[in-house]
């Protein structure tokens, strides 16, 4: 098997959901800690476009973006699937996906923010985390590709 590296930084949500990913499919790999601050030439190599993480490294080529890692981590290594076998509830996970990730920025804001603005981020945190409970913690599927979002 060649060699995966990934690039990535321990804060990250989209590094987590990659190693996740990873460790769920049992495929070994090696962990290369990022300074976003400070960035290393390998990460500029592999993500010149972009220069952000996370970086999947395969074989010497670069996979960018954590989504696109984890369908060419499902693709690549098909034992173990990530999302469901049937089409509808594959399109009813990455549905979950999505909304977790357009509203996710609020669950930061809670912890980089105060007064107010911090008081609207943990309101609007409460009721992603409402929705989700509702609606698709009931689904029998959905909670592979939930805990691959970035706040599980």
Not at 4 to 14: E, M, N, R
Not at 26 to 44: A, F, H, Q, R, T
Not at 86 to 113: G, H, M, N, Q
Request: proline fraction near 7%.
């Amino acid at each position: 098997m060649a060699e995966i590296k990934l690039l990535g930084l321990w804060a990250s949500p989209y590094d987590r959901r990659v190693l996740w990913a990873l460790k769920l499919k049992g495929i070994p790999y090696e962990y290369v800690e990022e300074d976003l601050s400070n960035k290393s030439p390998l990460l500029l190599q592999y993500n010149p476009v972009h220069q952000k993480i996370p970086v999947l490294v395969h074989g010497g080529k670069p996979i960018c973006e954590s989504v696109i890692i984890l369908e060419y981590l499902d693709e690549t290594w098909p034992e173990n699937p990530l999302l469901p076998s049937d089409p509808y509830e594959r399109a009813v996970a990455r549905f979950w996906v999505k909304f977790i990730e357009d509203k996710c920025s609020s669950a930061w804001l809670v912890f980089r923010t105060s007064g107010e603005e911090q008081e609207k981020a943990v309101k609007d945190s409460l009721e992603m985390l409402k929705t989700i409970e509702e609606h698709a913690l009931g689904r029998r599927n959905i909670l592979g590709e939930i805990r691959l979002a970035w706040w599980t």
